[in-house]
Every structure is written in C-alpha cells, then in structure tokens.
C-alpha cells in the first residue's frame, strides 16, 4: 500500500514563526503536491514538484516556498506565519503515468494565533 | 485557473441513492475523477472515468459523464451511513498529472 505520512497532526504556532510542515511518501513516486483545505474553497494547489529539486507554483503559492531534496520528502515552508494561513494542510504524490492517482497524506491542521 | 463547481451539501435516507452532481471547464481533460474524504482523514480515490467514456460503473457507484455540457455525476447505490463524507470531483488539467479539485459535497446519509 502507498503511504503519504505526515509529520503532525495538530500544530499551533504564532504570527511570524517560520514553520515546516514535512510529508513522505514511500512508493518512489515521481509528483508530490501542497494543497490547502477551507471550507466552502475546496482543495487549492499550493506547489508542486514533479522530481528532485523540481517545483513549480500552484495557484496560491504566495506566502509559502517548498523544498525537495530527496524524491521521498516534500516540505512545505511559511517564512513568517499569519492567521490567514490557518488552514488545513495535505500533501499527495502520484506516479507520472496515466491514470496519474494522487495518494493523499491525514492532514495537518494549522492554526496560528 | 478553472473552476470546478460542486453543491456544498447532499442529505439522503439510509438505503436511497444519492446523486452527487459537478461541472468542469477544461474541455482537454483527459481523466475526472471521484475523491472521498472521511472525517478526519486525507482523500482516497473512489473512482474514476477516461473522457471519452460516458459512464463507469463500479458496484454501487455509477459515475456518468456529458462531456457537451462539461457535467460529471457521481450516483451511489443504497447509501449506508458508511458513506457519509466529503466527495470531490477532480479534473486532469490539459490531461497531465496536475489536478484542479472542486469545492467537496459534504453527503450526510440519516437513519
């Protein structure tokens, strides 16, 4: 089975800590994506990487930048955290060939006072 | 960026069927797909259609597609409470590995 984990949870942080949110997957996938999730806005691209040290925007990348140093691990940074980043964060990965199945991460649920 | 269109909220009997309902715009998607998401939990891919098939059927889920009127419903037979969750429609954007998700129908299934 492919597993996309997560490294929390649950995080609370405050405005203008610089946070990283970490995401492995370990089926040797080629794609890895951050999506953000908000009620009523559905999932929103945030980056995505389709090889190491690879990236590409999303459609809200503003605020965030993405590190892949390692075809496993995908992270995602907020340089200096404000409420309007609390959301809930998943991360994917895919092989890159049709029918091209993302395999979601549990989420990590961020809140910052 | 496209927008995929979903009803926010779907109620249905225990044992009636439900029909989930999106609109796409990428007339070059390739692949649309059904994500489910349950409480807590990241999405899993429930089912998904190649564009040029009109309908797919999978035990209790039946997913049709009007590619003229970019519409792409999902029905679910004899809903059971197990079913209650979040369905996503998705779309391939210009058919390549970059998905654009709609905005997620919450299906609550009452006794």
């Known amino acids: 089975d492919v597993k996309v984990t997560q490294s929390s949870r649950y995080l609370v942080k405050r405005t203008g800590e610089k946070v990283f949110l970490e995401c492995v997957q370990d089926?040797?996938?080629?794609?890895m994506f951050w999506y953000r999730q908000d009620p009523g806005l559905g999932l929103r691209l945030i980056y995505f990487?389709?090889?190491?040290?690879?990236?590409e925007k999303g459609d809200i990348p503003e605020g965030y930048s993405v590190s892949r140093e390692k075809k496993e691990r995908f992270s995602l940074i907020l340089e200096s955290a404000s409420t309007n980043q609390t959301s809930m964060y998943l991360c994917?990965?895919?092989?890159?060939?049709?029918?091209?199945?993302?395999?979601f991460g549990p989420g990590t649920r961020l809140t910052v006072t | 960026g496209e927008d995929v269109e979903q009803s926010l909220f779907l109620s249905v009997r225990e044992g009636d069927s439900s029909v989930i309902n999106c609109t796409y715009t990428?007339?070059?998607?390739?692949?649309l797909y059904w994500y489910k998401q349950e409480p807590g939990a990241g999405l899993q891919l429930l089912t998904y259609?190649?564009?040029?098939?009109d309908m797919k059927q999978d035990q209790r889920l039946t997913v049709l597609l009007n590619k003229k009127d970019k519409h792409l419903s999902l029905r679910i037979a004899d809903t059971q409470t197990g079913d209650s969750a979040i369905y996503f429609c998705?779309?391939?954007?210009?058919?390549?590995?970059?998905?654009?998700f709609g905005t997620g129908t919450q299906l609550k299934v009452e006794l």
């Open positions: 994917a990965s895919s092989q890159n060939r049709s029918p091209y199945e993302q395999y």
């Open positions: 089926m040797d996938h080629e794609n």
């Open positions: 990487s389709y090889d190491v040290k690879m990236k």
């Open positions: 990428d007339s070059s998607s390739t692949y």
């Open positions: 259609i190649f564009s040029n098939m």
């Open positions: 998705a779309e391939s954007m210009g058919g390549g590995n970059k998905l654009t």
